[in-house]
């Protein structure tokens, strides 16, 4: 089964277009039988994502810290949900066991998973395909910034090499393997 690492935040954010998103990227996933890996919370983005791939049927699988489990409030109605050591063990295993990854509406943490997610994209540590949804224009200054790095000089690829974005997750599903 293929599977796709998500990461999205613990809120919900003001737009309501960011849960809508999550939802029917829950719903795409479900659909085409790609399991969804995650960061384990049963809140925000991340509790909207999970709860969407199960009510269609799909499969879902978490990975949380310890010192987040009561934080995050570990999402307990999915099938499988990792509680480790710490955030460096999360994102390894997140990274781990996704072919792809998809980035939506988030906060540092989503950030810096992302980040460290392209730099080892850039190091060919892996070699896996990373989507930015850009719901509601909502990374469209990160957007500009990644392009201003590029015309810089300062990165080894051409941007769409390392991140491929879409504004809506209707544009993934065409894209997605």
């Not at 085409?32 to 999970?50: D, T």
């Amino acid at each position: 089964m293929k599977s796709v690492t998500v990461f999205c935040a613990s809120k919900n954010g003001m737009n309501p277009v960011y849960r809508e998103e999550a939802i029917a990227l829950g719903k795409l996933l479900a659909e085409k039988g790609i399991k969804l890996v995650y960061g384990g919370g049963k809140v925000g983005l991340m509790g909207a994502i999970a709860d969407s791939v199960l009510k269609h049927g799909g499969k879902v699988m978490g990975i949380i810290p310890e010192l987040l489990v009561e934080w995050e409030h570990q999402h307990t109605g999915i099938q499988e949900l990792l509680v480790v050591k710490d955030m460096h063990e999360r994102k390894r295993l997140l990274y781990e066991h996704g072919d792809a990854a998809i980035v939506l509406p988030g906060g540092f943490g989503t950030l810096d998973e992302m980040f460290e997610m392209l730099t080892w994209n850039q190091l060919k540590i892996h070699d896996k395909k990373i989507y930015l949804l850009n719901s509601g224009g909502f990374y469209d200054g990160l957007v500009t910034h990644l392009k201003k790095l590029e015309e810089e000089g300062l990165l080894y690829d051409r941007l769409e090499e390392r991140v491929v974005v879409v504004s809506e997750v209707g544009s993934i599903g065409v894209r997605l393997w």
